[in-house]
């Protein structure tokens, strides 16, 4: 099990968005290396019944780059813009991989959950049955900017950073929304949190800290339909 440790910065506004873009891409320029944008599609999965929602968790299939990575979180604690949650993520192998790049089902067996985790006593309080059946929940798409940078680029440390910039995209009908994303995964977020709250402030740009995660939005969106 790995502990995911992240600070989540929202941006309201897309002009927000693209200065702190400009100001990121004039970052790593000046350490002469390029962000890296990467379009992801995230389907968000769970039984009829939501017996993963009711404990907590998401289980969630990534499409980007040409591979497929199944990911389980569980039990996720967000304040103050710094999320703690215990992770589970691996790619798939190619020929369940294959599904999901050339027609992603509607639902699926846990053939997918190669490494057990869904069906775990360790990982859930109420392990999957091996029969389960996962349907797909809906879908996001988000377009991530990954710079590769320094604490010290914000005054705060020397700590090597890898800072995510994410449009999102949520398509529910009348209800679609949008969502811009700084996040930071560094144990030690809550240190640095503010040293970022300072540039952007210097930036000029809103912001606020998050106090919902991604798959929590969708929930929320998804309900309004």
């Known amino acids: ?8 910065i929202l941006l309201p506004q897309f002009a927000d968005y693209a200065r702190v873009r400009t100001a990121l891409d004039a970052m ?20 009829v019944g939501r017996q993963l929602l009711q404990q907590k968790a998401m289980a969630r299939v990534r499409v980007a780059g040409g591979q497929v990575e199944l990911t389980v979180k569980v039990k996720p604690k967000l ?29 699926t067996d846990l053939a997918l959950d190669t490494h057990g985790w ?3 006593a360790a990982i859930l309080p109420a392990p999957l049955p091996p029969d389960a059946q ?5 879908a ?26 994410d449009r999102v995209h949520y398509g529910m009908g009348e209800h679609e929304a949008e969502r811009f994303e700084i996040e930071i995964e560094t144990p030690q977020a809550a240190q640095l949190l ?3 709250e300072a540039w952007l402030e210097g930036l000029g740009v809103d912001y606020c800290r998050a106090t919902e995660t991604k798959f929590a939005q969708f929930l929320r969106l998804s309900a309004q339909i």
């Open 1 to 8: 099990m790995a502990t995911e440790t992240e600070l989540k």
């Open 28 to 47: 790593v320029t000046a350490h002469s290396t390029e962000p890296i944008e990467v379009p992801q599609v995230n389907y968000y999965l769970d039984t």
């Open 79 to 107: 304040v103050d813009g710094v999320i703690h949650v215990a992770e589970f993520q691996d790619f798939l192998p190619s020929p369940l991989a294959n599904v999901w790049l050339t027609n992603p089902p509607p639902r």
């Open 118 to 120: 869904l069906q775990s």
């Open 134 to 138: 996962l349907l797909v929940l809906g």
């Open 140 to 165: 996001m798409n988000n377009v991530r900017r990954k710079y590769a940078v320094n604490a010290s680029d914000f005054g705060g440390g020397t700590a090597e950073l890898v800072v995510e910039l």
């Open 194 to 196: 503010p040293f970022v």
